[in-house]
C-alpha cells in the first residue's frame, strides 16, 4: 500500500512539473501585462496540435519539435500581442475578458477546423520506456519531461534575474511608470513578456505530446489549472510555481488513485479556493 | 354554362388530373442530430455520414414504395455537447423542418433530454445511443435497433470467457474500469454481472471522467491489484492516454478487452497509436465484416468517403436509416390514408420483423423487431480485435473472420 501511494505521489509529482512549465508562461504574461488570459491552456493545445504536424510530416520526436514550435509560439506571441492584446490593456477588465476569452474560442475552432474533432497522437517517442527503481517503476517520458520542465523554469528564472532584457521584464511587472522612465521600452518589453510566455506552452506542449494525445477541447483544461496554480503560488516566485505544480499533479494523482477519479477537479479548486481565503497572494507571492 | 366556361373547367379538371399523375414523389425530411462540434463530433461527424449513404441508396432503390416512391431528404442540425444544445437543436431541427423522424445522438445523456422533446412533439427518435436504462423511462416514440450497452460488457466478458477456454488459458481475476457516462456505467454493470455469472473475481473497479490527463495512477493500482484480464470502456481520448501508458509500464496484462470501446479498435484510433493499438478488442453493434452484397456496398462507399472502413456510429445510422425505411414502408401499407401520423408510424415500427434486406444485411444479428419500449430483443454485439492495424471480427467465433490472438503475445509478469 505504502508503494503505491509513493508510485502515485512520484508519478504526481512529475506530472506536475509540466503543468508548473504551463503556468510559469500564464504567470509572465499576468505579472507582467496585468492581463487574465483565458486562452493561455488553448496555447497549450495549439503547441501539441503544432507538435504533431510537425512530427508527423518532419519525421522529428515530439521531444524534438520544440526546436520549431518555439520560435512559432514566440511569432504568433508577438502577432496576437501587437493585433489583439495590446489594445486591450488600458481597457476596462471585462473587456480583456471578453478578448481572451474570444481569442480560446478562436482557437478552438481553428483547432478543429484544421486538425478535425478527433483526438491526435504520436504513435512513438524515444524517450517512451521505463525503468525499475526498488518497487517503483518509473516512466521514462515523464521523468524527461519533468527534467526538461525544471531545467526550462530554471532558465527562464536565470534569465529574469541576470540578462538586460529579464530585468527589464521584471521592472516593468513592478512599476511600469518608473520603469519606462529609466529607459525600458514598456511595448517592447510587454510583447516580448507575451510572446516568451506563449513560447513556454510550446515546450510543454511538445513533451506531452511524447505520452498523451491532443484533441480541440483540452486546452480549457489547462488554462483552469495553470490558474490554479499561479494562486497557489502567487506572483513573482519561479520556485513557488514549481513546488505548486507538484502540489496539485500530487493532490489529482491521489485523488484519482485512492479517492474518486471524479474528484480530482474538485481537490484542485478546493485548494484554489481555501488559498485565495486564507492567503490572497499566494503561498510564495511577492505583492 | 356557356360553352368557353365548360371548356375553362375542363381544361382545370385535366390539369388537375395530369398534375396528380405526373406529381414528382413527396420528399420526406428525415433530421439528423449528432454532436457535430466539441468532443464528441468525432463520432457525430461520421454518423451523419452513414445516414447520408443510407439515404443515397434508399432514393437510389426507389424511395418509400408504399408511398408512392417518396424520396428521403437528410437535415443535420448539430446537437453540441451539452444537454442544453442538445435540447435546442431539437426543438430547431423538428419546428423548421417537421421531419418524420430523427436520428441520432449517440451520447446517452444527450438523448434522454432529447427524447422528452421528441415525445413531446410526437417524433420518432430512433437513438444510436447504448445506455441501458434510455428504453426504460417510458418514451412512447423512442426505438433502438442495436444492442445496448449491459449487453456490449457481457459480450465483452462472454468473448474472454469463450476465448480463454478454447485457448485454455486460466482466467480469474479480471479488472474493471469505464469512462463515467452513463452509457460507461451500463456498460460496465453489464460487465460486471457477466463476470459474477461466470464466476470471475473482481480485483479492481474504477470510474473516471474521460477527460483525464494522466492515467498513470489508475494504471499502477491495476497493476498492483494483478487482474488476469482489464475490461474496460472508454471514450476516443483516454482510450489512447490508457493504451499509451499500459505500453509504456510494460507491465501488461494477459488481455486488454474494450467493450464499447470505439478509441481502441477505430480506424482513427488505429491510426494515432499505430503498434500500440495490435492486440485490443472492442465490442460493436455493427458488423463490418458481414459477408453480404449490400454491406459490402456500404462499406466501400464510406471508404470512399472517409478512407476508412466505417465503426459503430456511421454503421448503426446507416442500418437505422433503414429500419426507418422499412417502418415507412409498412406504415404505408398499414394506414394508406395517414402513413406519416406519428401514432401510425410508431404502429408501425412496433409491427416490424425484419428478417432480409439491407437493413438486417448490415446489422450483427438476423432480425431486427421492436419490444413495447423500443429495445430489439434480437440484437447482439460483435468483437473485433485490432490484428496488424486492421480491425477483424473475432467473435462471436460462427462469424468470425479471423482467428483472435489470446492472450497478448506482449503480456508480461507483474
Known amino acids: 500500500m505504502i508503494v503505491n501511494i509513493l508510485q502515485s505521489v512520484a508519478d504526481g509529482a512529475l506530472m506536475g512539473c509540466v503543468y508548473a512549465l504551463i503556468a510559469l508562461g500564464l504567470s509572465l504574461i499576468f505579472g507582467v501585462l496585468n492581463i487574465v488570459n483565458f486562452a493561455h491552456g488553448d496555447f497549450v493545445m495549439l503547441s501539441m496540435y503544432l507538435t504533431f504536424w510537425a512530427s508527423t510530416y518532419l519525421s522529428l520526436d515530439a521531444v524534438f519539435t520544440p526546436l520549431i514550435t518555439i520560435p512559432l509560439l514566440f511569432g504568433l506571441g508577438v502577432l496576437i500581442y501587437y493585433s489583439i492584446i495590446q489594445k486591450t490593456l488600458r481597457e476596462r477588465f471585462v473587456v480583456q475578458v471578453a478578448v481572451t476569452v474570444g481569442l480560446m474560442t478562436f482557437l478552438r475552432a481553428f483547432a478543429q477546423l484544421v486538425w478535425e474533432a478527433r483526438p491526435r497522437a504520436l504513435k512513438f517517442s524515444i524517450i517512451q520506456g521505463n525503468f525499475p527503481l526498488g518497487p517503483f517503476t518509473v516512466l521514462l517520458s515523464r521523468l524527461i519531461s519533468a527534467s526538461l520542465s525544471i531545467v526550462a523554469v530554471v532558465a527562464v528564472a536565470m534569465f529574469l534575474k541576470y540578462s538586460w532584457l529579464g530585468r527589464s521584464i521584471r521592472a516593468a511587472s513592478d512599476d511600469a511608470d518608473a520603469a519606462s522612465l529609466m529607459g525600458v521600452n514598456i511595448r517592447w518589453t510587454y510583447a516580448f513578456a507575451f510572446a516568451m510566455g506563449s513560447a513556454l506552452t510550446a515546450l510543454a506542449g511538445g513533451l506531452l505530446m511524447t505520452f498523451q494525445q491532443v484533441d480541440p477541447t483540452m486546452g480549457l483544461r489547462f488554462g483552469l489549472l495553470s490558474w490554479c496554480i499561479l494562486a497557489l503560488s502567487g506572483l513573482g516566485s519561479i520556485s513557488g510555481l514549481l513546488i505548486s505544480g507538484v502540489i496539485v499533479g500530487v493532490a489529482e494523482a491521489l485523488t484519482v488513485a485512492y479517492w474518486e477519479p471524479r474528484a480530482r477537479s474538485l481537490i484542485v479548486y478546493l485548494i484554489f479556493v481555501v488559498i485565495l481565503w486564507l492567503r490572497p497572494r499566494g503561498l510564495f507571492g511577492r505583492k | ?414
Open chain 2, 1 to 414: 354554362m356557356s360553352r368557353s366556361r365548360l371548356v375553362l373547367v375542363l381544361m382545370l379538371g385535366l390539369l388537375v388530373v395530369v398534375s396528380g399523375v405526373f406529381a414528382a414523389p413527396k420528399q420526406l425530411v428525415v433530421g439528423c442530430l449528432e454532436p457535430l462540434t466539441g468532443s464528441y463530433a468525432v463520432f457525430g461527424t461520421e454518423a451523419k455520414i452513414g445516414m447520408e449513404i443510407a439515404i443515397q441508396h434508399i432514393n437510389a432503390a426507389g424511395g418509400i414504395k408504399s408511398l408512392g416512391g417518396a424520396t428521403l431528404k437528410l437535415v443535420a442540425e448539430d446537437c453540441g455537447e451539452s444537454p442544453d444544445t442538445a435540447k435546442l437543436s431539437a426543438e430547431s431541427l423538428i419546428s423548421k423542418n417537421k421531419p418524420v423522424a430523427i436520428l441520432g445522438l449517440y451520447i446517452s445523456r444527450l438523448t434522454i433530454p432529447v427524447s422528452e422533446v421528441t415525445d413531446r412533439n410526437k417524433v420518432i427518435l430512433v437513438a444510436d445511443a447504448l445506455a441501458d436504462n434510455l428504453t426504460q423511462i417510458g418514451r412512447r416514440y423512442l426505438f433502438r435497433p442495436s444492442a445496448n450497452a449491459g449487453q456490449y460488457g457481457a459480450s465483452a466478458v462472454e468473448f474472454v470467457v469463450d476465448i480463454a477456454k478454447k485457448k485454455g488459458v486460466a482466467v480469474n481475476r479480471v479488472a474493471i474500469i469505464n469512462e463515467d457516462s452513463s452509457f460507461g456505467h451500463s456498460v460496465a454493470m453489464g460487465a460486471v454481472n457477466a463476470a459474477l455469472k461466470n464466476k470471475l473475481t473482481i480485483v479492481y473497479q474504477k470510474e473516471y471522467p474521460y477527460d483525464l490527463s494522466d492515467a498513470t495512477a489508475i494504471v499502477s493500482d491495476i497493476v498492483a491489484a494483478k487482474p488476469d484480464v482489464v475490461f474496460h470502456c472508454p471514450y476516443f481520448m483516454d482510450a489512447i492516454l490508457f493504451a499509451k501508458t499500459i505500453r509504456e509500464g510494460g507491465r501488461i496484462p494477459k488481455f486488454v478487452a474494450g467493450m464499447g470501446a470505439c478509441g481502441y479498435a477505430d480506424a482513427n484510433s488505429i491510426e494515432s497509436m499505430g503498434d500500440t493499438d495490435n492486440f485490443y478488442t472492442n465490442t460493436y453493434g455493427y458488423n463490418p465484416e458481414k459477408d453480404n452484397a449490400a454491406n459490402k456496398k456500404f462499406v466501400a462507399d464510406f471508404k470512399a468517403k472517409t478512407g476508412h472502413i466505417p465503426s459503430d456510429a456511421p454503421g448503426m445510422n446507416y442500418y437505422a436509416m433503414w429500419v426507418l425505411k422499412e417502418a415507412l414502408e409498412l406504415s404505408g401499407k398499414l394506414f394508406p390514408k395517414d402513413p406519416l401520423k406519428p401514432d401510425n408510424l410508431r404502429e408501425a415500427f412496433l409491427k416490424l420483423e425484419i428478417t432480409s434486406g439491407p437493413a438486417v444485411d448490415t446489422f450483427p444479428s438476423a432480425s431486427i423487431r421492436f419490444n413495447s419500449t423500443g429495445d430489439n430483443p434480437d440484437a447482439k454485439a460483435v468483437v473485433m480485435q485490432v490484428l496488424d492495424g486492421q480491425t477483424r471480427v473475432v467473435w462471436p467465433f460462427e462469424t468470425a473472420q479471423a482467428q483472435a490472438v489470446f492472450p497478448r503475445p506482449d503480456a508480461s509478469k507483474y
